[in-house]
């Protein structure tokens, strides 16, 4: 019976310690897409705030409904939330709105 034990509790770590890899494996595409992105980051930031001087709150890369890899910033300023769309590849702007 404390080998089933023993057993059973070895598998049920084992099981813990694989589940961060999944979790990594899922990320690998996103990896892929930073590696596809002409500009940086720090690069669409600033981009975005010559428009908009505020304060990023949030900044993400995807790719937009056209397939398009884009950076989409969300800014803060005086108290409204700015949303910039940048194109990773060019580093054009695409779409800025105010969200209110």
Known sequence: MKIIQ??????????ICSAP???NAANLPAEQ???????????AKKIALKEIPGQITKIALKKD?????????KILKDGQEFKIKIDAQTG???KMKNKD
Do not use: P
């Open 65 to 73: 409904e056209d397939g398009v890899l884009v950076y989409k910033i």
């Open 6 to 15: 023993k057993t059973a509790a070895v598998l049920f770590a084992a099981s």
């Open 21 to 23: 890899l999944t979790v």
């Open 33 to 43: 897409s930073k590696d596809e992105a002409a500009i940086s980051a720090d690069q």
């Open 92 to 94: 054009k702007l695409l």
